[in-house]
Nanobody
Framework: QVQLVESGGGLVQTGGSLRLSCQAS????????MGWFRQAPGKEREFVAA????????YHADSLKGRFLVSRDNAKNTVYLQMNSLKPEDTAVYYC???????????????????WGQGTQVTVSS
């Protein structure tokens, strides 16, 4: 069992930055691949970024490369999402997700993840 709690969301102006955090419970955090997804009103949940259990492999949505960066600190059971140069279209609820790392895990597919946080709202004003 893994419990995930996101934090760090809020209201920011266009061009601003936010760092989201996702705190995980459990003693085997490094065994889990972690993902960030977002969902805007009326839209499907969208892949943002993911990383392997050790953090050695990073994956970012092509449209967000260069602005968003995922990282993790296994000593703190925490995964981060640094978001820079934010735009109004980045407004969404951001979720972190966890799944046991395995070779065939499709990190960009929401249904691949068993554990989800409750989400944190990010609003970018124009």
């Amino acid at each position: 069992q893994v419990q995930l709690v996101e934090s760090g969301g809020g209201l920011v102006q266009t061009g601003g930055s936010l760092r989201l955090s996702c705190q995980a419970s459990g003693r085997t955090f490094s065994s889990y691949a972690m993902g960030w997804f977002r969902q805007a009103p009326g839209k499907e949940r969208e892949f943002v970024a993911a990383l392997s259990g050790t953090g050695s492999r990073l994956y970012h949505a092509d449209s967000l490369k260069g602005r968003f960066l995922v990282s993790r600190d296994n000593a703190k059971n925490t995964v981060y999402l640094q978001m820079n140069s934010l735009k109004p279209e980045d407004t969404a609820v951001y979720y972190c997700a966890a799944e046991i790392e395995q070779p065939r895990l499709r990190v960009g597919i929401p249904s691949e993840y068993l554990y989800w946080g409750q989400g944190t709202q990010v609003t970018v004003s124009s």
